[in-house]
């Protein structure tokens, strides 16, 4: 079974503190990828990074970093120095390739970054 | 550069009413789906398309039907409108491969009273 995992239902911090968002996901597949997407307030569904199950090099870009460690099947967000315009609701899925293509969605994540 | 269509981006229904939600893609995507959105509950996977003929069902698809006539469109119908699906539905296209990114539409908020 497929299932992705974001326990943190709801986080507030100060403007420029850093923030990390966790994502936990479960599958059989050898071959799979991982997404983290962000919803605005005004609620559009925007994509951030992609991730393979063969490639556990963490990325920056910007404030934005991800580690993906298989081994703890996890592919944390952090936002460094967070700002106002980073809050918003963080979807972390999973597709993998043997499950029909279908996306799998944890329940998200919502921060609020208090200025 | 429309990406990924849908219409009406809101819209009220009285129980028992039946609508059709409207999605387009030109970006020749064979994989297609629609989502509702609830509170506290994510995206939860309505319907889905790997391609022209084919749809299957996902984790909520009662009250819901589909249809893929075209690589294009799929469009989502209500078809007895209950204040259970009030929510907030998007349509969502990528390439079938496993590393495709989903597009997003802009969603639409439906209110059934």
């Known amino acids: 079974a497929q299932k992705v995992t974001q326990a943190q239902t709801e986080i507030s911090v100060v403007e420029k503190e850093d923030v990390t968002l966790d994502c936990v996901y479960e599958?059989?597949?050898?071959?799979?990828?991982l997404f983290w997407y962000k919803q605005p307030p005004s609620g559009e569904l925007v994509f951030l990074i992609r991730?393979?199950?063969?490639?556990?090099q963490n990325e920056i870009s910007g404030r934005y970093s991800w580690n993906f460690q298989k081994s703890t099947s996890s592919f944390n967000f952090t936002i460094t120095a967070s700002q106002v315009v980073d809050s918003a609701v963080y979807f972390c899925?999973?597709?993998?390739?043997?499950?029909?293509?279908?996306?799998?969605f944890g329940t998200g994540t919502s921060l609020t970054v208090i200025p | 550069n429309a990406g990924v269509t849908q219409t009406p981006k809101f819209q009220v229904l009285k129980t028992g009413q039946s609508m059709t939600l409207q999605c387009a893609q030109d970006?020749?995507?064979?994989?297609m789906s629609w989502y509702r959105q609830d509170p506290g509950m994510g995206l939860r996977l309505i319907h889905y398309?790997?391609?022209?003929?084919?749809?299957d069902q996902g984790e909520v698809p009662n009250g819901y039907n589909v249809s893929r006539s075209t690589t294009e469109d799929f469009p989502l119908r209500l078809l007895s409108a209950a204040p259970s699906q009030t929510s907030v539905y998007f349509c969502?296209?990528?390439?079938?491969?496993?590393?495709?990114?989903?597009?997003f539409g802009s969603g639409t908020q439906l209110s059934v009273l």
């Open positions: 599958t059989r597949d050898t071959t799979y990828y």
């Open positions: 969502a296209s990528s390439y079938s491969s496993p590393g495709g990114q989903l597009f």
């Open positions: 991730r393979n199950s063969f490639d556990e």
């Open positions: 398309s790997v391609g022209a003929g084919i749809t």
């Open positions: 899925a999973l597709r993998a390739l043997n499950t029909g293509n279908q996306f799998y």
């Open positions: 970006m020749n995507h064979e994989y």
